[in-house]
């Protein structure tokens, strides 16, 4: 799968190797993808020529690992590719920020300009120009990157620690009301009967090794890149 990023985002742009567009980054923690990750999105696409959204695979608090991945294949993923014709999802067992760098890197001679999007107060911090210089050593991705601040009072103010309490004390209307704007009210059921191990099969993924959860996600990636 992270192979094929670069040929993909070429092959939708039509560029071959010519220059000058912008590429956005976002890092999804997304335990779970809420409308304010869906919201900064929607923005990167429009801001920006390309965009890739990178997830990991690993869980928090009530939500055990892999079982995002169960909710992106059935939920989320195919409104993302509705919703975002010109972004690519990444979802690795790795750190997501170590795989953006990997990328950039990658694509720092296609590309004109890196927009790295998270919220204001990541940007102040973990994610502020010197510190992301500072793990990118590259001169040439560091002339061309740029974070991007975006505020939750521009999106939607929700956190990922507020939905899992809704989850936790069974809040399911709050849930809802909070879930990415574009789903229907049937995806929004099945995220919800995921996340609380009510919808079935799919949940086998939580007692899979974490390997072969990751194998598959990528697999299903990889295909779409053919």
Sequence with gaps: LFLTTKSRVMKRLEIGEKTGFTLGIFVVSGKPVHDGHWRVIDLAT????????????AGRDELPAGVMIDAWRVVLEPQFH???PNATLLITSESPVTLAIDKMRELKNIVSSFVFYADDEDIRGKYSQDRLAAAVKDPIVIEKLRPRAVP??????????????????DDRKSFDDFLP???????????????????????DSRTYPISKVLYEALKRQASKGK
């Design 46 to 57: 429009k801001e920006c020529d390309e965009v890739l959204v990178i997830t990991s695979t």
């Design 181 to 203: 704007h574009t789903l229907s009210p049937e995806m929004k059921e099945k995220y919800w009967k995921i996340l609380k191990n009510e919808y079935g099969k799919v949940q």
């Design 82 to 84: 509705r919703d975002y």
């Design 152 to 169: 939750r009072i521009e999106t939607t103010q929700i956190s990922g620690t507020k939905m899992r309490e809704f989850l936790k004390n």
